[in-house]
């Protein structure tokens, strides 16, 4: 079973503060995905990454930026967070890109003070 | 511009009951189609899929949903709902686009199965 996990469940900082959410999947996907869930909007996409040292922005990249220095881990990072931030945050990554699912973490609700 | 639609925020329905979520979407060009299902506190998962070929497609828990091109529709449906199916359904489409694939998810229908 293909598996992506998350480094917290859940998260309390303060604003300001250097936020690192840490992804890992076992199945040696090339492409990896960071996604914010917030109710009323269903999932918006920050970053993508389809290799190794390789990122796109998505829909919403501003305040965030990501980090992939190995294939199976994607590292969403908040420079200063911000109260707006407040959100759960998901990770999942996939095989080839269009026709395959993507496999999701079980996320992150990170609250900003 | 391209985009999915869940007209439905909540859907509540009684145990046994049938049950359609409904999904339409806006692409200019061909789409794979998706149905993916959040259980409380955990991650999404794969229901079903459309690549191509035969309109219905079957998926876990005895989901099925129908393709309908000219509708550009994606509805899911299940014949009869248990209290276990209670969870939040995301309808998600994706497409090539400037030279890669967009993956555009719908806002969700959060579907309450009622004793």
């Known amino acids: 079973d293909v598996k992506v996990t998350q480094s917290s469940r859940y998260l309390v900082k303060r604003t300001g503060e250097k936020v690192f959410l840490e992804c890992v999947q076992d199945m040696d996907h090339e492409n990896m995905f960071w996604y914010r869930q917030d109710p009323g909007l269903g999932l918006r996409l920050i970053y993508f990454s389809y290799d190794v040292k390789m990122k796109e922005k998505g829909d919403i990249p501003e305040g965030y930026s990501v980090s992939r220095e190995k294939k199976e881990r994607f590292s969403l990072i908040l420079e200063s967070a911000s109260t707006n931030q407040t959100s759960m945050y998901l990770c999942a990554s996939s095989f080839l890109p269009g026709i395959n699912e993507q496999f999701f973490g079980p996320g992150t609700r990170l609250t900003v003070l | 511009a391209q985009s999915v639609t869940q007209l439905d925020s909540q859907v509540p329905v009684f145990e046994e009951a049938p049950v359609e979520l409904r999904c339409n979407y806006s692409s200019s060009v061909s789409v794979y189609l998706f149905w993916y299902v959040q259980y409380p506190n955990q991650g999404l998962q794969l229901l079903l899929k459309?690549?191509?070929?035969?309109?219905l497609v079957k998926g876990i828990n005895g989901f099925e949903a129908e393709f309908n091109k000219s509708q550009t529709s994606f509805h899911l449906r299940k014949p009869s709902v248990h209290i276990s199916d209670t969870a939040e359904y995301f309808c998600a489409v994706a497409l090539w686009a400037s030279g890669t694939y967009k993956y555009i998810f719908g806002t969700g229908t959060r579907l309450k199965v009622l004793a």
């Open positions: 459309y690549l191509s070929g035969s309109t």
